[in-house]
């Protein structure tokens, strides 16, 4: 049981160059997220998709783009990554965002722009 | 301004001590307040879910509390182990937009 399953674990791009972060969760979850997570700020929503086949902006989305590719993955892209976007990035799922159901995080993916 | 203020930032306890962290939250009309653990390299992992109507939980040797009146919610940790040393989050979810608020995180560092 796998369950929230994102690639790479670290990465290294110089600024301008572009990346996609994929995630896949078997939880037959409805709603998939991606987040950010800085130093003393917690976790911040960067897109979100409720249901296959919608995405929707979070707090913090300019500079990147989401895509729900199944009901299984979504990916996130840095088209033209800048040092800003030095993060840790989670992917997470939800049984479905309208009920309580807690939020599957995987590990993480380390990125470093330089 | 955050929603969801977490207090203290960082802790250290000794091994077999106890110790509570606190949320504050102003997110209203409020559904739900989950607390979640995170060790260091992995991600969050749900602990306990408290609703409107609870005022205690416990999972294990945590124990959390609610006061939907004050809006303020407590996570004590019982007889720590190493194994408690890690970062809590707090993370409120309004009743209309089912928006999740989240804390910055307590870290706690439990040393033998």
């Known amino acids: 049981n796998a369950g929230v399953t994102q690639t790479p674990k670290f990465q290294v791009l110089k600024t301008g160059q572009s990346m996609t972060l994929q995630c896949a969760q078997d939880m037959n979850h409805n709603s998939m997220y991606w987040y950010r997570q800085d130093p003393g700020m917690g976790l911040r929503l960067i897109y979100y998709?409720?249901?296959?086949?919608?995405?929707d902006k979070g707090e913090v989305p300019n500079g990147y783009n989401v895509s729900r590719l199944n009901k299984r993955e979504f990916s996130l892209r840095l088209e033209s990554a800048a040092p800003s976007q030095t993060s840790v990035y989670f992917c997470?799922?939800?049984?479905?965002?309208?009920?309580?159901?807690?939020?599957?995080f995987g590990n993480g993916t380390r990125l470093t722009v330089t | 301004k955050n929603q969801v203020e977490q207090s203290p930032q960082s802790l250290i306890i000794l091994e077999g001590k106890n110790c509570t962290l606190q949320c504050n939250y102003t997110v209203s009309p409020f559904s739900n307040l989950r607390w979640y653990k995170q060790d260091t390299g992995r991600g969050p992992v749900s602990l306990t879910i408290m609703t409107f109507s609870e005022n205690t939980k416990s999972n294990g040797r945590y124990t959390a509390t609610l006061d939907a009146d004050t809006k303020q919610s407590s996570l004590h940790i019982t007889a720590s182990q190493l194994s408690d040393s890690a970062s809590y989050i707090c993370?409120?979810?309004?009743?209309?937009?089912?928006?999740?608020?989240f804390g910055a995180g307590t870290t706690v560092t439990v040393r033998a």
């Open positions: 998709s409720a249901s296959e086949g919608t995405t």
């Open positions: 993370v409120v979810q309004g009743a209309n937009d089912y928006k999740l608020s």
């Open positions: 997470a799922s939800r049984e479905d965002r309208l009920n309580n159901s807690p939020l599957h």
